[in-house]
């Protein structure tokens, strides 16, 4: 029942444009800062608002009956990693200030649900290792990016944090990236083998 909701046209076609306007939104909660970023830089600052451009490609292609796995391989890994990220820093945002703005609310519910569709549409992905293994280089060269070169999203009050912050980060790639290993990769190998 579920699926047939998850997969139907029309409700990707919702998705999408939800997706799509959310990106849009994200890229210009970013402006300050891209604003104040090196040109090579601007690929790798504004996290969500690309991990759901990628998710908003992907069911694009869906809708057009088309897999494309590394779209899927970056949408899926980025997803989960800047959907919890936020979840956590908001989190940790409370517990430091005693209260959230509902901007703030708005972040957690939001970037909530951007990790819980990566996982929802898994069934459609392709990913293979070789797939995987650019969508991790990128997740792991955006934590050079965002920790050495401190072109992270500031979070006032976690700014004395960073260090620990950047360390956090670092594994919770880690962790993604073995996460969608054993959804997508290992299951698409095992399929095979069963064919």
């Known amino acids: 029942m579920l699926k047939n909701i998850l997969f ?116 459609l992905y392709k990913i293979k290792l070789s797939h995987l293994t650019i969508a991790a280089i990128w997740l792991l060269h955006n934590e050079i990016i965002d920790y050495v070169y401190d072109m992270m999203p500031t979070y006032g009050s976690l700014s004395d944090y960073q260090n620990h912050i950047g360390y956090f980060t670092f594994w919770l790639s880690i962790l993604v990236i073995i996460l969608v290993y054993h959804i997508s990769v290992k299951k698409q190998n095992q399929a095979k083998r069963l064919a």
């Open 8 to 123: 139907h046209p029309q409700f990707i076609m919702i998705l999408f444009i939800i997706n799509l306007v959310g990106t849009i939104y994200g890229y210009f909660w970013y402006g300050n800062q891209l604003a104040n970023t090196p040109l090579y830089f601007l690929p790798f600052v504004p996290d969500s608002p690309t991990a759901s451009l990628f998710f908003a490609i992907f069911l694009f292609f869906i809708l057009q009956g088309k897999n494309v796995p590394i779209i899927e391989a970056l949408a899926f890994t980025t997803l989960v990693k800047y959907g919890v990220w936020a979840v956590v820093m908001n989190i940790l945002t409370l517990l430091i200030n005693g209260s959230l703005s509902w901007q703030s609310y708005m972040l957690i519910a939001s970037h909530g649900a951007m990790a819980i569709q990566a996982f929802l549409y898994a069934p």
